[in-house]
Structures are given as C-alpha cells and as structure tokens.
C-alpha cells in the first residue's frame, strides 16, 4: 500500500554533513505528518525530527540546531539535513509517514550513519 524508501546515508568524520531522503508513495502524502527516527546499537529508536502537513517542525534536543527536516509534496519526498555531525548520532535512520499522531504509520527500511574519526 505505502512505500517508504531512504537513502542518502554513509560514514562521515565528526563535524561532516549527510543529507538523507525519504521517498513516499502514500496519495496522503500532502496531508500526512513526516518524521525521522534513529536507532543506536542497544538504544531504542528514538524521533530525531518531524514536520506537519502545515510544516510544523519538531527536533530532539540532542540535534536541535544541526538538523533541518523538509519536504516536497510535488516529489513526495523528506529530507533530513545533517550538519556538525558527532559521533552519537551513529544510528540507523527511519523514514516514518502517518496521517496523524494517533497512528503509528509506514516505515522504511532505514539508512545507515556512521560518524566517525
């Protein structure tokens, strides 16, 4: 029913900047709450970034300020722009669509981001 698929991962040095991309094939897509979430090695997956149908945003404190969620509801796309990158923000990154917070929604695979010296 709904594909999401990310991209845009790799191993960068502390400080570097990845952009990932997240694309959905959801006919709700316009109307549909984005989000990005992580997973570390032994952590929970946690929301990194998320941005309404209005183009609300919200950030983890943890990446407030160096990350920038966007979207573009012409490609169906999202994006998450990565900058001064640590070596905490190691983690598999999800891709999550959901027409509102009451639901739990579609996932991607996720992409891989590696910080590292």
């Known amino acids: 029913q709904v594909q999401v698929v990310e991209s845009g991962g790799g191993v960068v040095q502390p400080g570097g900047s990845l952009r990932l991309s997240c694309v959905v094939s959801?006919?709700?897509?316009?109307?549909?709450?984005l989000g990005w979430y992580r997973q570390a090695p032994g952590k929970q997956r946690e929301l990194v970034a998320d941005?309404?149908?209005?183009?609300?945003?919200d950030y983890a404190e943890a990446v407030k300020g160096r990350f920038t969620i966007y979207r573009d509801n012409n490609k169906k796309m999202a994006y998450l722009q990565m900058n001064s990158l640590k070596p905490e923000d190691t983690a598999i990154y999800y891709c999550?669509?959901?027409?509102?917070?009451?639901?739990?929604?579609?996932w991607g695979q996720g992409t891989q981001v590696t910080v590292s010296s």
């Open positions: 959801s006919d709700l897509f316009s109307v549909s709450i």
């Open positions: 999550n669509i959901r027409i509102s917070y009451s639901h739990s929604g579609s």
């Open positions: 941005i309404t149908a209005s183009d609300s945003t």
